[in-house]
């Protein structure tokens, strides 16, 4: 598309007949040739990517000068207006979670939207993490926005994580699909072992807004997939040790655990491991 509304460079430089590049070869290229054919090819490559700069902020009268012969401003316009239509409302699904704590939020949206230009390659995903990095930096906010824009980041880490990590997220729901009939093995089956799921990811809230009214802030939260899902838990400290040490030693056996946490009742551990398998943290296998 772009090749169509930029015009072309120099046909002269760039069809410019080349037989072979051997030295002293009859028909061969010189160095002022060469030169020529580079310094064009750098020019028109920075034009492109000037324009593309432009046209993704929506500046589309910015881009008259360099216009293919037949191609209006107007026609631009409309193929940027679409564009942008299109990366507002990816947006507003990307950070839907933020509607609850700013009423501004489709103003913020324009304005990032105007600012910052999309980037090559970038995703619905990546633009979302973006715009919420920008709007920490750019914007006042209170501390219950920057618990929803923390909450937001940490669900699309996870997100990223589960494609990241696909075979690692599907084996573990598999073992999750066997938990509830292996539960009431734990206390006694000593080859059970105790898996974490791999796709998790910590954040920090500054407030309970997010949490129960009596949970106490800060706090460190777990984000975790199950299944289709994204879930969130806050621990006491003895919960965030115990996926502390799944996370760096396991996975393993009851008596494996128990035998590297000697400060831990046997009873403790299987309360956890049975709360966490409740909730799609750990699964047995």
């Not at 008259?64 to 191609?71: Q, Y």
């Not at 084996?171 to 066997?178: G, I, K």
Request: proline letters at 3%; aromatic letters at 8%.
């Amino acid at each position: 598309m772009m090749s169509a509304i930029v015009g072309k460079a120099d046909d002269k430089v760039l069809r410019k007949r080349m037989t072979t590049l051997l030295p002293g070869a009859s028909g061969g290229w010189n160095e002022t040739d060469m030169t020529m054919l580079t310094s064009t090819t750098t020019d028109y490559r920075d034009q492109i990517q000037r324009c593309a700069q432009t046209m993704a902020l929506g500046y589309a009268e910015d881009v008259r000068p360099f216009l293919a012969s037949g191609m209006t401003v107007e026609q631009v316009k409309l193929f940027t207006d679409g564009n942008l239509e299109k990366r507002f409302e990816k947006m507003l699904d990307q950070v839907e979670l933020l509607k609850a704590a700013f009423d501004n939020l489709d103003d913020l949206v324009d304005e990032y939207i105007l600012e910052v230009p999309l980037a090559a390659y970038d995703t619905g995903s990546s633009d979302g993490d973006r715009f919420l990095r920008w709007l920490k930096l750019s914007h006042v906010t209170s501390l219950e926005q920057q618990d929803h824009i923390a909450c937001q980041l940490a669900r699309h880490e996870v997100e990223n994580v589960a494609r990241t990590n696909r075979l690692g997220h599907v084996r573990f729901q598999e073992l999750r699909s066997m938990t509830d009939r292996l539960t009431a093995d734990l206390p006694t089956n000593p080859k059970l072992r105790i898996h974490l799921n791999p796709i998790r990811t910590w954040g920090t809230f500054q407030t309970n807004v997010l949490l129960d009214e009596e949970a106490a802030a800060p706090a460190d939260v777990l984000f975790f997939a199950n299944g289709h899902q994204i879930r969130t838990s806050a621990f006491e400290n003895a919960g965030n040790e115990f996926v502390e040490t799944l996370a760096s030693h396991g996975p393993f056996t009851l008596t494996d655990w128990k035998r590297l946490d000697r400060s831990t009742s046997r009873s403790g551990l299987i309360e956890f491991c049975l709360d966490a398998a409740e909730m799609g943290l750990v699964a047995f296998g």
